[in-house]
């Protein structure tokens, strides 16, 4: 029998496998496999480090099953996609960091795995250079500057 890590790290070769062999013709920077199949003992997620333009290498398996919480399902995506673009686990403990071991993640990446992925993206030939990143989300969105047109009981004709 595989042990979990094994058993992650198996779906992960088995994806990455099928990609190399039936998908090279599919532009991509990274692939991810979303799977609704546990991967045992609390391993969430898995993905390739520093692959990020690698069509050998450039991909990630993730168990979204394990909440129906859309943000945590997207934290885990960010983190192992984290991976990909070079950052390492940040802390040794569960924290709110996208990068921790274990935790949600909902506070986004550190300042050091920020300055991991963005020395590793400056590497990569595939990616476009001197782009502006969007600002984050906030809770405040801006609002519309148009009225919207008010619907009336009229009929077309």
């Known amino acids: 029998t595989y042990s979990s890590i094994a058993k992650s790290k198996l779906i992960l070769e088995e994806f990455t496998e099928e990609w190399k062999s039936k998908k090279q013709n599919v532009r ?10 546990s991967f045992d003992q609390g391993i969430l997620g898995w993905a390739w480090k520093k692959t990020v333009c690698s069509k050998a290498n450039g991909y990630g ?16 995506f960010a983190h192992e996609l984290g991976h990909n673009a070079g950052a390492a686990h940040f802390g040794g403990s569960c924290s709110n960091w996208l990068m921790a071991p274990c935790g949600s993640g909902l506070s ?3 300042e050091e795995s920020l300055g991991s992925v963005m020395e590793y993206l400056d590497t990569q030939t595939c990616l476009e250079k001197n782009i502006s990143l969007p600002s984050p989300p906030t809770n405040k969105p ?16």
Not at 62 to 75: G, P, R
């Open 28 to 37: 991509r920077d990274v692939a991810h496999l979303f799977s609704g199949s």
């Open 61 to 76: 398996a993730n168990w979204l099953a394990f909440t129906e919480n859309i943000a945590l399902q997207a934290s885990l």
């Open 142 to 157: 801006n609002r519309p500057t148009n009225k919207p047109n008010r619907p009336t009981n009229k009929p077309n004709r």
């Open 108 to 110: 986004g990446f550190s």
